[in-house]
């Protein structure tokens, strides 16, 4: 009421979204029509309440500080720092010195309806209801005092009925006559979620998406703008029928669009990107890993658990876009100390989320920022590699300790990152023909704000142990071209069980796959006119991550691990050195001792 | 004869002290000269030969990987190169825990612990803060190691300034120097912090205090241009400085007296340490490094070595991605395998100089808890980290093993006498006698040993000693060593069982039990490993008596007993030489060890040309070929020694080159800064500096070999060396310097100088040459290969 907690919207929504905050205020039902402004053009016309993701959204959360040991966050007890006054604490934080960079969420993480030994409350509905000692004033309250400072709010629950709920079956249902909570589980009260905290919900029962309906009123009668539904599976360390949500996640899109209010539905941990089509359709964003909290003396370690989403990111990678993003979880780079992380490390982080277009919310201590978490966190540059219209980097090298990902813009340039992920320092190079051209490239250092000059077909940069830099390349060069052998052609070697197999994703539509276990591919008659190391274009299959053996000729193997394409039908490629003489060589793929992803082709650059 | 006449006066007076019987304690820490400045101000040259270049630093987590050593031959660190936070590590030689370690275990073995035998340990950490130069947001960064000039160049651009530090550690000054420089209008903002690492306090000095006695201090000074540089609490801080010096030394009391219990009490290090900064910061860092090159390369450019070129691909690349390249392409890449023995030289020249000799790690530590308490072992270790010495024109740095051996000999001699033959020792002589020396597998530079008896470490440690007189023919040297070699002979006198060999009449001298390093039975009698090498120690003891023409009738004694001594044979079963007296192989087949080889190398005794029977010889490599050549570090380097001696090039050559490999993730190999990384436990590698001189030594070895009155040319020359190449300055037993050229696998040149010795043929292939010289006089040779 006292200012528009759609601040950041076009112009054009302004005013329809102030009448929308006017409405919710008033708690009244808010007619659904209202909702319509901020719908994204290309979502189907049910998604309307997924409109706020058109960017990766930003903000701050509150499980990181919650789920710390850090002196002196938790005093009453492990999660007792979730409390009304730490929120608003953090809230008039956020507004003073992140909101005009666009951080703009509030989200209050789990515990908000437990005690302080984490006791749940219900209301007469079966539905979480505040804490009275950990939010006095209410949830209502809360929200209304976020949006006072031109901020969202964002609340959180566990998917399906939690236990606490069910009442002996007895509990009514809110606003649905004759239903109870035993009318909405399944009769054998089979459990879900990531904990087992819940009676999974019955979806064919027609009481059960009421239950949902209910839930979601009350959040949007409180005037929330965003929603974490977690444990949802398959995910959340849950497989098979009993752990898939698909169903609740579902309900839970149709009831926030019933109540007429914008609501983020983010879905947590570890989503089963098998189901990726279900989560893009139902929610604005999932998360790819398992907490990065490490629920230690600090709120994050980088090996527990930052450095995992190197590895697991890229298979998601091509899932993201706007109006349903990659979340890799909360961004700790605020206070070294408080993040239990070094310098490189948080600029690492910071540059891994910005160029995956990850959401970026911090769970850091907003009233304690350290210059260098400030910067960080500040950096507009980096910020409009994660809000900008550029597609989400990957990786353009293996996944090996010393990795690049870019990202090809739309105004032709790059978002180029080069990552040591090892213990020590060490040199990282991003070789211009990994990128697809070749010649000279100007050079943008983003962290440093600085223009480097220009860089004749690579660039090399010492980095130290877990650092990174994060870069824009602007080719001046010339395309490059390359030869292309394909994996299937009979005059490969094949040798061990390798074979060639049908695969529609593959240009040529076959594959050889099998390399496992002694599986060996050899191409063996890779020409190139010139000696030297080129950065070979390898077009692979791999449902997971896995290592392969490369070597040209005679030399000896390097072991390069190339990431998950997420499943066996989608074809993505990496580079790698070989090093080529004058003429003819082979260049072999060998499983060795392990598997080996199925290779579709290689393109050999003409020139190295 | 081209010797360095400043040598002579220290020689002298060490062969007076030695005849005196009180043995001249040079101490390692002390006031020095005034430092000889060289008037040449000429530019120096950059000769890419010579430099090892990087373009990652070292963090505290890699600086035993990546952190660039720098010594003065007493006073080393191990440098980071961090733009943001430049860490030297720094060590001195004598920087130990414990003592004389003086009280049996139960079972009459030495304790081997930190407090009682005691470790090498750091002397402090230097830290100079830039906090603008964070790595993350530098470009161009790269570092460079001149082994020629001796000096670390770190340089980096920030904001279009190139910044630029050299290191580097000044024998003449005798401290550390670092200095910054920069070019474009950049300044120097930060502090500098120096700190003890056993719990003092930061300062510009401290001073403290082992258990043991032994006292050490340490000092830092700095000063800045066009800005300010103020003490500030425990730090030196500077501000908007153009140019900036720091000067840092330090040191202990220790002495190498046993007289004193190795102590000079009167000596004040942290003082000492502050006058050494004081005056070494009164010159200008361009005059301190002038000093600095000028003695360094006095010793660098005695060798010189080409083993071919290697591609501009090659050269494009730092020395890690060098490393990988080889070790992933299998191609010969012959400037950096030249410069990785280059590097042994510099490690020696910069770790053994003036002051205790080189143990484990050398000089070069991570943390103050080295493994094996960075200690002396002698049954193998110390002897190979000084095998490479006289072969690469380093016989100055072998004179502190000499001068360590000497001034542990009273303590040896006092513990040999009251706890060798304790009821409790199983090695103690059954004879029930005692006499002369011996020691531990470790030792300290305390007076003491460590861990189990080693009886046959006085005669291996003597061997060595001797094949230095050889190289260098130095009479000194010679007179120095005598009581080591008598006194070993005597404790062998004393040791030595009679026998008669199972199935004959034959009686034989046979060592009593012991341990064949580091495997097998604990108490095998007459193993080869002993038999060999005190049939060595023997004739060494023999031939140094007559030249001294000293005791002439217990000479004749010695050689009495060497003529009974049993020698090793070919095993009927294995078809090995017989590590043990018996037929079976009672260790592990692919041991690190070779012991029982050491009379092909270090030794003599076997050797292919016709004078050893056939049938050793080929016992001899059958059992190193069952060893293999997937060893590691110091393991590889012997037996590419012993391939070298076997004239088995291109297994020589592997060898190397499996010790080129580079070592990730702590695997066996070559660390970035060359290092020799040896995985102790999965995932775990830690360095010894073995390999680091072995390897180097195999190179030579493979190129010249050499005993008194022989040198042959490249008698293992691999394929990859083959097409040309130099050596320069390499020296051969018997007296002399050989430079030799080659062409096409074949010698196309060779120059023979005498630094001592007369007579000697010179073979190639099938040619051989009689040279006669005078010392001082040289022969050159060019139709060796006609």
């Known amino acids: 009421m006292r200012s528009s907690p759609y601040a ?77 006054a730490n929120v608003l604490k953090q809230t008039d934080a956020l507004a003073t010195k992140l909101k005009k960079f666009g951080y703009e969420y509030v989200n209050i993480d789990a515990g908000w309806w437990s005690d302080k030994s984490w006791k749940p409350g219900y209301d007469q509905y079966g539905r979480q209801k505040a804490d009275p000692d950990r939010f006095p004033s209410g949830m209502k309250a809360v929200a209304d005092r976020i949006h006072a400072k031109g901020l969202k709010a964002g609340i959180y629950l566990p998917v399906g009925l939690e236990k606490g709920a069910y009442g002996g079956g007895k509990v009514p249902i809110w606003n649905a006559d004759g239903c109870t909570t035993a009318d909405i589980v399944y009769g054998d009260l089979r459990t879900t979620n990531g904990w087992d905290s819940a009676y999974k919900l019955d979806f064919s029962r027609p009481c ?47 009831a926030i669009a019933a109540t007429g209010r914008p609501i983020h539905l ?34 994050v370690s980088w090996e527990n658990s930052v450095d995992d989403r190197w590895d697991d990111t890229p298979a998601w990678t091509r899932h993201a876009g706007p109006g349903g993003w990659n979340d890799l979880d909360a961004l700790d780079v605020g206070n070294g100390e408080m993040d239990g992380l070094t310098k490189a490390e948080r600029q690492s982080y910071a540059t891994l989320w910005a160029i995956a277009k990850s959401p970026l919310y911090t769970g850091d201590d907003l009233t304690r920022l350290d210059s260098y978490g400030l910067s960080l966190l500040t950096n507009r540059e980096v910020i409009a590699i994660d809000q900008g219209a550029a597609p989400p980097a990957r990786p353009v090298t293996a996944s090996d300790p010393q990795q690049v990902w870019a990202a090809k813009n739309p105004d032709g340039t790059y978002t180029v990152a080069l990552f040591n992920l090892a213990d020590a320092p060490a040199a990282v190079t991003a070789d211009w023909t990994a990128l697809g051209f070749t010649g000279k490239a100007a050079v943008r250092d983003l962290w440093n704000h600085e223009n480097l000059g220009t860089y004749q077909n690579k660039i090399t940069q010492s980095l130290p142990a877990h650092g990174s830099r994060l870069f824009t390349v602007t080719p001046r060069g010339s395309t490059l071209t390359t030869t292309a052998y394909e994996a299937e052609s009979p005059a490969n070697t094949l040798s061990g069980n390798a074979s060639v197999a049908d695969c529609s994703a593959c240009s040529g539509g076959k594959k050889t796959g099998n390399l496992y276990l002694g599986g060996k591919l050899r191409f063996n008659d890779v020409v190139v006119g010139k000696a030297g190391t080129y950065w070979v274009k390898v077009a692979y299959i791999s449902g997971d991550a896995r290592s392969v053996d490369v070597f040209a000729n005679t030399g000896n193997p390097t072991r390069h691990k190339f990431p998950s394409t997420g499943d066996w039908g989608t074809v993505e490629t990496v580079s790698v050195p070989v090093t080529l003489k004058a003429g003819s060589n082979t260049i072999t793929f060998d499983s060795g001792t392990g598997y080996a992803p199925d290779i579709d082709r290689i393109d050999v650059p003409k020139t190295s | 004869m081209d010797m360095e006449p400043a040598h002579l006066p220290r020689r002298a007076l060490l062969a007076a002290a030695a005849t005196t019987g009180a043995l001249a304690a040079l101490p390692t820490f002390t006031a020095t000269a005034v430092p000889q400045r060289p008037a040449d101000t000429t530019a120096f040259t950059n000769d890419p030969r010579h ?87 530098v470009t161009g960064y790269r570092r460079t190691l001149d082994l020629d000039r001796a000096v670390v160049t770190t340089s980096y651009v920030r904001s279009r300034v190139t910044y630029r530090r050299e290191i580097f550690a000044s024998r003449p000054d005798d401290v550390i120097v670092l200095h910054f420089t920069q070019s474009g209008g950049g ?46 609490g425990p730090h030196v801080s500077f501000s908007g400085c153009e140019e900036l010096t720091v000067v840092v030394s330090g040191g202990t009391n220790y002495v190498p007296d046993a007289a004193t219990h190795y102590r000079n009490p009167s000596l004040d290090p942290e003082r000492l340490a502050r006058t050494k900064v004081r005056d070494a910061a009164a010159h200008s860092a361009a005059t301190l490094l002038r000093t600095h090159v000028a003695d360094h390369r006095r010793l660098y450019g005695r060798m010189d ?56 790690q050398g000089l070069w530590l991570d943390g103050n808890d080295p493994d094996w308490m960075g200690d002396y072992h002698t049954d193998i270790n110390i002897q190979m980290n000084y095998w490479m010495a006289d072969r690469a024109g380093l016989s ?14 009273p303590s040896w001699t006092d513990l040999t006498h009251r706890l060798f033959n304790d009821p409790r020792n199983r090695y103690r002589n059954s004879t029930g006698k005692i006499a002369g020396w011996t020691l531990a597998i470790s030792t300290n530079p305390h007076g003491g040993n460590g861990w189990w008896w080693h009886p046959a470490g006085n005669a291996w440690l003597c061997n060595s000693l001797w094949e230095h007189y050889e190289f260098t023919r130095s009479s000194s040297h010679l007179e120095r060593i005598y009581p080591l070699l008598k006194g070993a002979c005597e404790f062998w006198e004393a040791r030595l069982l009679t026998t008669t060999l199972p199935g004959t009449t034959r009686e034989v001298l046979i060592a009593d039990s012991d341990w064949s390093p580091e495997h097998g039975p604990l108490d095998a009698k007459g193993i080869t490993y002993v038999q060999e090498l005190v049939w060595t120690l023997f004739g060494n003891y023999c031939a140094a008596a007559a030249e001294l023409k000293r005791d002439t009738g217990y000479a004749d004694t010695v050689a009495a007993l060497r003529r009974g001594l049993y020698l090793p044979q070919v095993s009927p079963t294995t078809g090995w030489l017989e590590e043990w007296m018996s037929p079976d192989n009672l260790g592990e087949t692919t041991h690190r060890h070779l012991s029982p080889l050491v009379g092909l190398f270090p030794g003599d005794r076997i050797r292919p040309d016709g004078s050893t029977p056939a049938e050793i010889v080929k016992g001899a490599t059958a059992l190193l070929t069952a060893r293999g050549t997937e060893s590691f570090g110091w393991a590889n380097a012997w037996r590419s020694l012993c391939r070298a001696r076997l004239k088995d090039a291109e297994t020589a050559y592997r060898l190397v080159v499996n010790n080129l490999r580079p070592s990730t993730d702590g695997g066996n190999g070559t660390a970035p800064n060359l290092f020799d990384i040896y995985e102790v436990a999965e995932g775990r590698g830690i360095f010894q500096i073995d390999a680091n001189f072995g390897t180097p030594a195999a190179m030579i070895e493979m190129l010249l070999y050499s005993r008194p009155g022989h040198l042959e ?74």
């Open chain 2, 396 to 409: 100055d740095c072998f004179d502190a093993l000499t001068d360590y051996c000497l001034a542990q000999l």
């Open chain 2, 187 to 232: 300044r120097y903002t930060g502090t500098v912090t120096l700190a003890g690492t056993h719990g003092e306090d930061a300062g510009t000095s401290f001073a403290a205090s082992f258990p043991g006695g032994l006292r050490y201090g340490a000092a830092v000074t700095a000063h800045g241009d066009g800005g300010r540089v103020t003490v500030d």
């Open chain 1, 266 to 299: 983010e879905l947590s941990w570890s989503l089963d990107i098998g189901h990726a089509a279900d989560w893009k359709k139902y929610s604005n964003g999932w998360r790819v890993d398992t907490d990065v909290e490490c629920y230690c003396n600090t709120l």
């Open chain 2, 713 to 786: 040319l490249l008698p293992a020359l691999p394929d990859a060396w083959a097409a040309s190449g130099s050596l320069t300055g390499a020296g051969a037993r018997g007296g002399f310097v050989v430079d030799l050229r080659w062409q096409d696998g074949r010698p196309t040149w060779a120059r023979i100088r005498s630094v001592g010795g007369r007579t000697t043929t010179v073979a190639y292939a099938g040619t051989v040459r009689t040279v006669r010289l005078k010392p001082g006089e040289s022969v050159t040779l060019k139709d060796l290969a006609r």
């Open chain 2, 51 to 137: 430099q090892l270049w990087w373009r990652a630093p070292a963090d505290d987590g890699s600086m035993i990987e990546q952190g660039l050593p720098v010594g003065n031959g007493r006073l080393g660190a191990l440098a980071s190169n961090d733009p943001g936070r430049e860490t030297l590590l720094i060590t001195d030689a004598t920087m130990w825990t414990g003592g004389l370690n003086d009280s049996l275990d139960a079972d009459g073995q030495f304790p081997y612990d930190r407090d009682h035998f005691g470790s090498f340990t750091l002397l402090a950490r230097l830290t100079v803060d830039i906090p603008d130069h964070d790595l993350s947001a």
């Open chain 1, 8 to 84: 950041v919207l076009p112009a054009r929504t302004l005013r329809a979204a102030v009448v929308l905050a006017l409405a919710a205020g008033a708690v009244t039902v808010a007619p659904a029509a209202q909702a319509e402004p901020t719908a994204p053009a290309d979502r189907t016309a049910d998604t309307t309440a997924s409109a706020p993701a058109a960017k990766p959204y930003m903000g701050w959360s509150s499980w990181s500080m919650q789920s710390s040991k850090y002196p002196g966050l938790n005093p009453d007890g492990d999660y007792s720092y979730l409390t009304e």
């Open chain 1, 208 to 254: 059960t998406q009421k239950y949902i309906d209910s839930q979601a009123r009350s959040i949007a009668d409180w005037g929330y703008d965003f929603l974490k539904l977690d444990g949802v599976g398959p995910g959340s360390g849950k497989s098979g029928d009993q752990y898939d949500n698909v169903a609740d996640v579902a309900a839970w899109h149709k």
């Open chain 2, 305 to 360: 070595l080409s083993l071919g070129t290697s591609s501009a691909e090659q050269r494009s690349l730092d020395t890690w991605e060098r490393l990988r390249a080889r070790a992933r392409d299998e191609q010969p890449d012959p400037e950096l395998e030249a410069a990785y023995l280059q590097f042994g030289r510099y490690l020696m020249i910069s770790g053994s100089r003036g002051s205790l000799p080189l143990g484990l």
